[in-house]
């Protein structure tokens, strides 16, 4: 995993240091620095997918488009280099200086590692990055799949579930009441989240789709199939993030943007408690988050033991002018075992006890 990224002129970041554990939340208002750490971890994804030598960075790629190299180099550095820094868990450490090129797509990298790439999740095969503009609900989805992994939209998860949904989950995953398939475990969460709803897909082979149907279930009753435009954005939207999160295994990285989109507050609450659970069992977690409701999902599992409050990481991201300069700061507060949090930055998912405390 993963321990810590360190950043000097890249993008909104002049020099910083950004701490990681198996569950981070990234919070902060638009435009501070949250998509910064997850684009430069994209960065390096799609460059290693081109050059696992690392000898070209990939500025606009099938992970993340930043435009070009002028577009990542912080304007208000004096210096002409781009560098990073990655330290593991396993004491490696992986650097990459990017002499500044003006206007390129592509430039140059000198990279070095002591142990072996390989040893960072970000490279690994089963990594999951699912972006906030997920798949829509639509009638059919393409059952083309010619990779192990759901798309960064999504857009590959039926195939995946239709090629491996009865592969078993991480036993840590797992809920024990339920068959160990993939997709079994999906339909028990989607039914978590939404009381009732169930789902089922079934492949059109000469038409290389899968078709994807909802259906509500009671103890005394079911509902006809239902097309999934005509039950709401909502549960086909969140259906990637938690298939990304129950296929992944121990070691594995799942990186989520606003996992909380057209999702209900409790419904967003039971998402902070499944990452909690994924976690737990060993996957390092990167949710971005404008969600108080997946923060309390979070903070409630640290509560109920589900996760060491030593195993979670809140980062609060702050933007302030500094004399002629734009400075992005980087909080760290702490869950406590009890689920509180050991101090809250001004402007820390606060916006509720501001607006109360402007109506009474």
Partial sequence: MIKQIYFNNFKCFNDCQIPLKKLNILAGENGCGKSTVIQSLLLLRQSYEKDIKLRHMIISGEYINLGNS???????????????KLENTKSGILTIDIPYESNKNYVVSE???????????IFSENFEYIAADRIIPQTIYTSINYNKNLGIHGEKIFSYLSLYGTEPVFPALCNP?????????TDFWLNRLFKGFHFSIQEIIKADSISLRYQEKSDYNSSNEYRP??????????LPVIVALLKATPGDMVIVENPECHLHPKAQRLIGELMAIAANAGIQVIVETHSDHILNGVRISVKNQVISSEDTQVLFFDREAAGKVFHTNVYAPNILSDGSLDYWPEGFFDEWDNALTELL
Avoid: A, P, R, W
């Fill in 111 to 121: 990279s070095k590692c002591s142990g072996s790439v390989s040893d960072f999740n």
């Fill in 229 to 238: 435009i005509n039950v709401g954005f909502g549960i086909t939207y969140i």
């Fill in 70 to 84: 002028s577009d990542i180099i912080n304007e208000y550095t004096e210096e002409s280099n781009i560098h990073m």
């Fill in 177 to 185: 009441t339920i068959s160990n398939g993939l997709i079994y475990q």
